[in-house]
């Protein structure tokens, strides 16, 4: 069965780490470009990470980049968002996807999504 679980989602403090990971069956996650998304309440679901399969470049959207770390276990199949430095607007639902085609444009991250993970909740608090 294709899927992706995350987990590794829940309360932090502000200026704290978490470790989101992101489990993946059904296919080699070296094969293709693996990207994380949020979604807060209220607002659009932006790309923040994108983890390229070609060369393992790594993208990140502008808000984010120094803090967040994207990365991957090609032999447990599992791929993971370091965040660091976690600001009280960033409270959202973490996703994982697969796809292809990321990009960073107009700051954020974008891709050509085939699967979706349920997500992941993250709550940042002061």
């Known amino acids: 069965q294709v899927q992706l679980v995350e987990s590794g989602g829940g309360l932090v403090q502000a200026g704290g780490s978490l470790i989101l990971s992101c489990a993946a069956s059904g296919f080699d996650v070296d094969m293709y470009d693996l990207a994380w998304f949020r979604q807060a309440p209220g607002k659009e679901r932006e790309g923040v990470a994108c983890l390229k399969a070609r060369y393992g470049v790594e993208l990140y959207a502008e808000a984010v980049k120094g803090r967040l770390t994207i990365s991957r276990d090609t032999v447990k199949k599992t791929v993971f968002l370091q965040m660091n430095a976690l600001k009280l607007e960033e409270p959202a639902v973490y996703f994982c996807?697969?796809?292809?085609?990321?990009?960073?444009?107009?700051?954020?991250?974008?891709?050509?999504?085939?699967?979706w993970g349920k997500g992941t909740p993250v709550t940042v608090a002061s």
């Open positions: 996807t697969v796809g292809a085609a990321c990009v960073v444009r107009e700051n954020v991250v974008t891709a050509s999504v085939d699967l």
